[in-house]
């Protein structure tokens, strides 16, 4: 019997030895391979030649492929992906992006119960909504990450990008959709915003996703011990981690906003105030939130009602634009804002090439479509900024699709532009128009401003005013006083530049105008109207590769002196 066994445990000595040196030479491998990458990261030169890229990525790869069920094979995937999206930031191909989601795909299939899990998705998620603008597939994954892994630390992060990406969630059959009224990624009051004039206040209550809710408004007591009060009130909706109980306003209208809950289902936000004549509560889409608006003794009536604004007659102003009609321009309004993330240098530039798709934009006598040129011209500045300023830049779209207005600087603050430029070929009713201009945003109060507001805003011209009551809280984010610099440099250097090979460029200078596509960018932001399609001439030329390149340099040359302007970039 005992011979019998002896067999049996040499086997087994054998196999447990055999399993240790497999262990031994996966630590040692990985260690290999992690060596590579580590020493690939130190020579930027080394950086430029895909084929050390590829080396590092096949010793991860051999790595997961020889020992799939080892611990080490979940992290050399995820060093797979890591080096995917190293090659895919100087090699801009998005074929090895794609080749990094896939990578981060299968780590968070292939080994869901790794720490790793969430990060991978969560970088999944990043590709698709910063490389491929799928911002739908973006959804998906950060959903994964909540729902896979509502313990790991990724799961707040995804969250917050969940409610940022909410209008782009795909649709789920009924048998998955998961109840996501309990969960703070739909129905979560995230902040409270206000801004205040000496009579009107508003006031921005951010959610997580559409929510029902009611207001009423408390009278004070005879007495005058308590003041009035508007109340408005959110069922169905839980206190984000950042929210504080009170906000100290003292602005004339408003002493405070008070959150609570006066039931366990309920928020409740509280207005404190001083006197009102009126007020107006109505939701706003897009991301969803609830607007209050406040007016005092002397302000004009409040208008919320979108049907209202429509049937204004010709040259009536709303409630806000008459507002601001009656701001001086050395008494800006006062605002509250969350602080923006501060940065050095310039980093990374958005490029938006108007219109596309089903908006061909404007076209001209000769058949030439304004979406053509854009994107054209687009292109050849995003090669030409990235090669004279060595920073990254990004297209809103690189082909002929449509993309909604404000998609478009939505990208530009995902990405943490530093500056937003939309090229745009401008027209005319008439034929004898030519001209450059640039434009930054501003509640524009000039007519011939006004009509090339209507025609890329895709509205009439009485509607113009309109979109100020519908976008004003996204105007505090705007960066004005620099969008203006980076307008005057830009047209500065086209009609300097273009002057210098073309007959008839005329200086039609820097405007100002209420652009939607400008609206809600959180970084200095213009757009550039490079000649007139409508022109017989100028039609011409847009459709001209040396004419599109020179407009290109001239633009570029604009954005290099408002940088080192404003230190962006060094000057030697």
């Known amino acids: ?40 990261l130190k020579s930027s030169k080394q950086q430029l030649y895909r084929s050390n890229w590829e080396k590092v990525i096949d010793g991860f790869m051999r790595v997961r492929d020889t020992y799939p069920r080892h611990p080490k094979a979940a992290a050399a995937l995820y ?33 869901p119960e790794t720490s790793l899990a969430d990060d991978a998705l969560s970088l999944a998620a990043g590709i698709q909504e910063e490389v491929f ?76 996703g559409r929510a029902d809710f009611t207001s009423n408004v408390l009278a004070p007591d005879s007495r005058g011990s308590v003041p009035p009060r508007i109340y408005v009130d959110v069922p169905g909706v839980t206190l984000g981690p950042e929210m504080v109980e009170t906000i100290e306003v003292g602005d004339g209208l408003l002493q405070k906003i008070r959150t609570g809950r006066p039931d366990d289902k309920t928020v409740r936000v509280v207005l404190d105030l001083v006197s ?45 634009a008459g507002i601001l009609d009656q701001v001086p321009g050395d008494s ?21 090439a108007g219109h596309g798709g089903k908006d061909p934009g404007a ?57 937003f430029i939309s090229i745009h070929a401008n027209a005319n009713r008439s034929r004898d128009a030519y001209g450059v201009e640039t434009f930054y945003l501003n509640f524009s109060k000039n007519d011939k401003a006004a009509d090339v ?26 960066k004005i006083n620099e969008s203006s610099r980076l307008a005057a440099e830009i047209q500065k250097s086209l009609v300097e530049d273009l002057s210098r090979h073309y ?36 039609e011409a030329r847009l459709a001209d590769r040396k004419f599109q390149q020179k407009t290109v340099e001239a633009i570029t040359r604009g954005v290099r002196s408002y940088a080192v302007a404003h230190n962006l970039i060094a000057t030697k």
């Open 1 to 40: 019997m005992f011979f019998f066994r002896l067999p049996i445990l040499f086997l087994i000595f054998l196999l447990a030895a055999s399993a240790g040196t497999a262990a031994a030479d996966a630590e040692s491998a990985y260690r290999k391979a992690k060596e590579g990458y580590q020493q690939l």
């Open 79 to 111: 060093m797979a992906g890591k080096s995917c999206q190293g090659l895919y930031k100087i090699s801009r191909v998005k074929k090895d992006a794609g080749r990094a989601f896939e990578l981060y795909s299968l780590l968070a299939e292939d080994y």
């Open 363 to 419: 076209i001209g006598p000769k058949g030439v479509m304004e979406k053509d040129v854009t994107l054209a011209m687009a292109k050849a500045l995003a090669r030409s900024l990235e090669k004279e300023l060595g920073c990254e830049v990004i297209l809103t779209r690189d082909s002929d699709v449509y993309l909604d207005l404000p998609e478009r600087t939505g990208i530009a603050n995902r990405v943490g532009a530093d500056l």
């Open 133 to 208: 603008g799928d911002f739908s597939q973006a959804y998906a994954c950060y959903r994964k990450v909540c729902e896979q892994h509502p313990s790991g630390d990724m799961v707040s992060a995804a969250r917050k990008k969940m409610i940022e990406l909410a209008r782009y969630a795909p649709s789920r059959p009924p048998s998955q959709a998961a109840d996501l009224k309990a969960s703070a990624s739909d129905s979560t009051v995230m902040g409270i915003r206000y801004w205040s004039k000496s009579d009107y206040t508003r006031i921005v209550i951010d959610l997580g």
């Open 276 to 320: 009102f004549q009126d007020y107006k509560v109505f939701p706003l889409e897009d991301p969803y939130r609830i607007v209050i608006d406040v007016a005092g003794a002397g302000a004009p009536e409040l208008t919320s009602n979108p049907a209202e604004l429509r049937s204004l007659p010709p040259g009536a102003k709303d409630g806000i």
């Open 332 to 352: 800006p309004l006062k605002v509250r804002i969350p602080p923006g993330r501060a940065g050095k240098g310039l980093r990374r530039i958005v490029v938006d």
């Open 503 to 538: 007959s008839h460029i005329k200086d039609m200078g820097v405007r100002q105008g209420p652009f939607y596509v400008l609206l809600g960018a959180t970084m200095p932001s213009v757009l550039v109207e490079t000649a007139f399609i409508s022109n017989n001439r100028e």
């Open 453 to 478: 507001v209507a025609r890329e805003n895709g509205t009439t011209l009485k509607e113009v005013g309109d979109l100020e009551l519908i976008l004003f809280d996204l105007m505090a984010n705007s």
